[in-house]
């Protein structure tokens, strides 16, 4: 049997989302909730988007194949009983044998969230992104138009990117003000190691007049990270989930995404 997780997770105190040596990323502690649940010495997991450190979830999908018949409000209750505090299964259910997390998505959405404060943030420390300067949002939409559609991304890749190719399709790039707050919406097929935290060191570029619109087209035809902006900071950045067959029947929201700015 085949089962589907709906995760939500703070990123902050850890390593990113991959098992790692350090025993402190999400899915080391996701596995070990899950093996204590089934009384398994272990378990493996798949994912839909793997996470950096500092960066959080909220529809984080994983899959994964179990002989243990358990109610389907137990998936959800169980694991969370052995999970820290920041991190929560928020829905479970059983999938088709050929469905796979992260072959099985047709795209991927991310949001950044963005403060814009002559100071720095304090009760939302880490979950929000920082500016001090007056960002100008007709000028980082002109930008961000540049981007849609099929590209090369080679720019705003990082260095141990592990994709067999850099070209993705960018299919939308939503840029919205709420008070001091501003919300970055991406959708792609897929994307490329620090591909957004690079993409919003370009934008906020632009956007405090540090560089024109034009110059993300410019960074995005030279086909070199060398040639784009330093790499934003993780703390804004929220992985809201996978876009899968609605065929599926698998949620798209939690409750989280009702809290996000």
């Known amino acids: 049997?085949?089962?589907?997780?709906?995760?939500?997770?703070?990123?902050?105190?850890?390593?990113?989302?991959?098992?790692?040596?350090?025993?402190?990323?999400?899915?080391?502690?996701?596995?070990?909730?899950?093996?204590?649940?089934?009384?398994?010495?272990?378990?493996?997991?798949?994912?839909?988007?793997?996470?950096?450190?500092?960066?959080?979830?909220?529809?984080?999908?994983?899959?994964?194949?179990?002989?243990?018949?358990?109610?389907?409000?137990?998936?959800?209750?169980?694991?969370?009983?052995?999970?820290?505090?920041?991190?929560?299964?928020q829905w479970a259910t059983e999938v088709p044998a050929d469905f796979h997390a992260r072959a099985s998505a047709r795209a991927r959405r991310y949001a950044y969230v963005l403060l814009e404060s002559p100071v720095r943030p304090s009760v939302d420390r880490g979950q929000v992104g920082w500016v001090f300067?007056?960002?100008?949002?007709?000028?980082?939409?002109?930008?961000?138009?540049?981007?849609?559609?099929?590209?090369?991304?080679?720019?705003?890749?990082?260095?141990?990117?592990?994709?067999?190719?850099?070209?993705?399709?960018?299919?939308?790039?939503?840029?919205?003000?709420?008070?001091a707050y501003w919300r970055f919406e991406f959708e792609a097929s897929a994307f490329l190691h620090h591909m957004i935290r690079n993409i919003m060191g370009c934008l906020i570029a632009i956007g405090t007049g540090n560089r024109p619109p034009a110059w993300m087209a410019e960074v995005l035809a030279a086909k070199s990270r060398d040639a784009a902006a330093p790499t934003f900071a993780p703390d804004g950045l929220y992985f809201l989930g996978p876009v899968y067959d609605e065929a599926l029947g698998?949620?798209?929201?939690?409750?989280?995404f009702d809290w996000l700015p």
């Not at 590209?151 to 141990?160: E, K, T, V, W, Y």
């Not at 698998?250 to 989280?256: E, K, S, V």
Request: charged residues 20%; aromatic residues 6%.
């Open 1 to 89: 049997m085949r089962i589907a997780l709906g995760i939500s997770y703070n990123g902050r105190a850890y390593d990113g989302w991959q098992s790692q040596p350090s025993g402190r990323t999400v899915q080391d502690h996701l596995e070990r909730a899950l093996a204590r649940f089934l009384d398994v010495p272990a378990i493996s997991t798949l994912c839909a988007g793997r996470t950096d450190a500092g960066v959080h979830g909220l529809n984080q999908v994983v899959h994964f194949d179990t002989p243990v018949l358990r109610p389907r409000n137990a998936w959800v209750r169980g694991p969370n009983s052995f999970l820290p505090d920041d991190i929560a299964v």
């Open 250 to 256: 698998l949620p798209t929201r939690t409750p989280a």
């Open 133 to 179: 300067r007056p960002l100008s949002q007709s000028a980082m939409q002109a930008a961000a138009a540049a981007l849609i559609g099929e590209h090369d991304f080679s720019s705003f890749r990082a260095a141990q990117c592990q994709a067999h190719s850099p070209v993705k399709e960018m299919r939308r790039i939503e840029i919205v003000r709420r008070g």
